[in-house]
């Protein structure tokens, strides 16, 4: 039983709906669908197994949407059971929103003893490792989620992944030994405010790359 974040400072919760989701084959053609403006929304009580799917995109200006914190609601739960699961969603447009939902990962255990005996041997990535969301466009919005078990990060933000927001989400057990990220930024910038962090390798991390910069608070 995980808490629930209330709709605090900034979280929006979704009213509206273009189309709603009870199933994979209806999120799936739900996101080929909808056009920038438009809401794809999963009800609270509904679980989509997307276990072998990997890019799947969500268009600029769509937002994915759940009721987490509304009348008590955890949020629909979206999951993937496939060690290699290296994005689950892919924001392939500016100003994507993701809000109100869980993202579950295949994998939230450390695996310390594993990864370093394969980093010696040279073998670290023989292990597929998962992310949530990627993002390499302007104004990604992550916010009012819980975010767990993804083995490399829960939301990577690549070159070109500019003023994204990530806020009022719940990140926690990200954490493979030698990765396990909450949020990753490689040449990109984010906003990172009001989040709640618990058991990740590290919480946030940057590349160093030039361009590459968040604010945390």
């Known amino acids: 039983n995980h808490p629930v ?4 400072l900034r979280v929006r919760l979704v009213r509206s709906r273009d189309y709603g989701v ?16 438009q809401v794809v929304f999963i009800p609270g009580d509904v679980q989509v197994d997307l276990t072998g799917m990997e890019n799947i995109e969500i268009p ?11 009348e008590d609601s955890e949020g629909a739960l ?12 892919l924001s ?24 370093q005996r394969l980093h010696r041997e040279g073998k670290y990535y023989s292990i597929p490792n998962s992310r949530a969301i990627q993002c390499a466009q302007p104004r990604l919005e992550v916010d009012n989620c819980e975010l767990s078990a993804w083995s490399h ?9 500019s003023d994204a927001h990530i806020h009022h989400n719940y ?9 396990g990220y909450g949020v990753c930024l490689d040449e990109a910038n984010a906003l990172i405010e009001a989040n709640l962090f618990d058991w990740c390798r590290h919480h946030i991390a940057g590349t160093g790359r030039p361009g590459t910069s968040y604010e945390a608070r």
């Open 5 to 8: 974040q209330p709709p605090l």
């Open 22 to 37: 009870f199933s994979k084959d209806d999120l799936l053609g739900a996101l080929k669908k909808a056009t920038s403006g």
């Open 171 to 179: 990140f926690h057990h990200n954490q493979r030994s030698g990765l």
């Open 78 to 89: 979206v999951f993937s059971d496939q060690l290699r699961t290296s994005p689950l969603f």
């Open 92 to 115: 392939s447009g500016p100003d994507v929103r993701v809000t109100g939902l869980r993202l579950r990962g295949p994998d939230p255990e450390r695996r310390t003893e594993q990864m």
């Open 153 to 161: 990060a829960a939301v990577f933000l690549r070159e070109g992944a």
């Open 60 to 70: 600029g200006g769509v937002t994915l949407a759940g009721d987490r914190g509304k």
